[in-house]
């Protein structure tokens, strides 16, 4: 028998300060307080509870009020995301990051909060208080069909990612790093500007400009009013989108719409902006070509392109050498603009697109966030309503598509919600690391809750029941075995089937080797 001891000598494995999971041990980075991981649990707990029993239609006064929305699961959720973005931006060096983060979501939370769950009855509210308690008028329109929301929406997303292109060509006319990236452990960080990590100045200003055409295009399909109408739809907003809307706030809105003459819609703006950005960058690609190949062969000075003499090779002809040197110029530079590095272009172009990304990804997962506790309070109601049924409550039964189809929308729009965050952290750093690991993280994560849900549901379960049995309310959001506990217990059978069979296999193999 060989005794093979263990390789004491290797390195430590490294791990980035933004790593909230050990790839290698398989155990968590972040240790969390008993008391956070027991307030977390309590309060959702609470959260489901409330939504469940509270906020049906037959309700009376502030109790359907006051709950008709999943407010209680949606605040759960959000603070569930703001755990994960601390966890993930926990380290020192990351604070202005993480405070940004944190703001934004905030900031979502409540433009959220007001569009999707109280998006009428907080402006009638607003509107009654000022004008009866502090004797002011004021005209608060539908947020959401208003045509300034978007214009500004559309804009600011084009002046950030102009502002920041233009940072980025200061610095590299300045010999500074384009990017300058965060620190997070793992090295990877320029501190001093070359050919080699950098584009030249041509190269990034014709690449910053078809990045801003594709951004434009893209903002010219979105703002569209039948885009926009399907999103709502989509999301159950329920708020049409009308052509008056998606036009220059400024002026009489009056068909037909587009044109230098007409209202211009936004689509319109947005597509002469790509039509100016995109041929502007193809200039300035060609002109770089055709400099190239006048530095070739000497015409301009080859400094000032970075290029070095060239020297002609004595056994061709002075016209088959040049045209040679002019071609392959040519050809590297189109090469280097268009495809040299593909991910450094790539790269370049996302970093270019960042800050205007991450906090648009951030909204868009709160949105998700909030249509899975929508879909998480359906599943309550409707599943209370299939065991205590009145009569005419089927046709909501059916409406809705019953406790089943809720549930699993639920879980797809919180799954979705989550890859948003994880992906604005992503971008936000501008480490694919994050991504990495943080899916990992919440893999787990997910496989944990995954296995122990039915407890929890079979608790409420109990719970449940026993207001049932003296009379504190005829709901019944959590019978015994509901979808949900059955979805739960049946992972852990299958789970626990497959450690079986892996443990006999393992002990067969043991005995007969």
């Not at 944190?102 to 007001?114: A, C, E, Q, R, Y």
């Not at 399909?221 to 400024?250: A, K």
């Not at 015409?299 to 050498?321: C, I, K, M, Y």
Request: proline share 4%; aromatic share 10%.
């Amino acid at each position: 028998m060989t005794l093979v001891m263990p390789d004491t000598s290797a390195p430590p494995v490294k791990h980035a300060i933004t790593d909230v999971y050990d790839e290698h041990r398989r155990t968590f980075l972040v240790q969390y307080p008993i008391w956070v991981v027991v307030a977390l649990g309590l309060a959702g707990v609470a959260a489901f509870a409330i939504t469940g029993f509270f906020g049906y239609s037959d309700d009376a006064g502030f109790v359907k009020t006051g709950f008709l929305q999943a407010w209680p699961v949606f605040l759960w959720f959000c603070a569930l995301t703001m755990a994960l973005e601390i966890s993930i931006l926990r380290n020192s060096k990351l604070r202005v990051e993480l405070v940004a983060a944190l703001v934004v979501t905030l900031i979502s939370m409540v433009i959220v909060g007001i569009l999707y769950f109280y998006r009428l009855d907080f402006a009638s509210l607003l509107d009654q208080f000022l004008k009866n308690v502090l004797n002011i008028r004021l005209l608060l329109p539908q947020i959401t069909g208003s045509k300034f929301l978007y214009a500004i929406i559309n804009f600011v997303l084009l002046i950030v990612f102009w502002i920041d292109t233009i940072r980025r060509w200061i610095r590299r006319s300045r010999g500074q790093p384009i990017n300058s990236r965060i620190d997070i452990g793992l090295g990877g960080t320029q501190t001093t500007a070359g050919p080699a990590d950098n584009p030249s100045l041509q190269e990034l200003i014709s690449g910053d400009l078809i990045a801003g055409a594709a951004l434009a295009a893209l903002l010219a399909f979105i703002f569209r009013s039948d885009i926009l109408t399907w999103f709502s739809n989509l999301l159950s907003i329920n708020v049409p989108v009308t052509d008056c809307v998606t036009v220059w706030p400024i002026g009489h809105c009056a068909a037909p719409y587009g044109g230098l003459h007409n209202p211009p819609t936004l689509t319109f703006l947005d597509t002469i902006q790509a039509l100016i950005y995109l041929p502007l960058g193809l200039l300035v690609l060609a002109l770089s070509a055709m400099l190239s190949g006048f530095g070739a062969v000497g015409g301009v000075e080859e400094q000032a392109l970075g290029q070095t003499d060239f020297q002609p090779n004595a056994d061709e002809s002075s016209t088959e050498s040049v045209s040679e040197s002019v071609s392959m110029t040519v050809i590297n530079t189109l090469r280097s603009a268009l495809n040299r590095r593909l991910r450094l272009a790539l790269d370049n172009m996302l970093y270019s697109l960042r800050n205007a990304v991450w906090p648009a990804l951030i909204l868009f997962g709160v949105i998700f966030i909030a249509s899975a506790a929508r879909f998480t309070r359906l599943y309550l109601h409707l599943q209370s309503d299939e065991h205590t049924c009145v009569p005419g409550c089927q046709s909501t039964i059916d409406k809705y598509g019953g406790p089943i189809a809720n549930v699993l929308q639920a879980g797809l729009f919180g799954i979705l919600g989550m890859i948003l965050i994880v992906l604005a952290m992503t971008i936000l750093i501008f480490r694919i690391r994050v991504a990495e690991n943080t899916f990992r993280f919440l893999g787990l994560i997910g496989f944990i809750i995954l296995l122990t849900f039915w407890i929890f549901s079979l608790a409420l379960s109990g719970f449940n029941g026993l207001l049932k049995l003296t009379g504190a309310t005829n709901r019944e959001p959590f019978p015994p075995f509901g979808p949900s506990t059955l979805i739960s217990l049946g992972a852990l059978l299958i789970w626990a089937a497959i450690v079986l069979f892996r443990r006999m296999r393992a002990r067969s193999g043991g005995s007969g080797g």
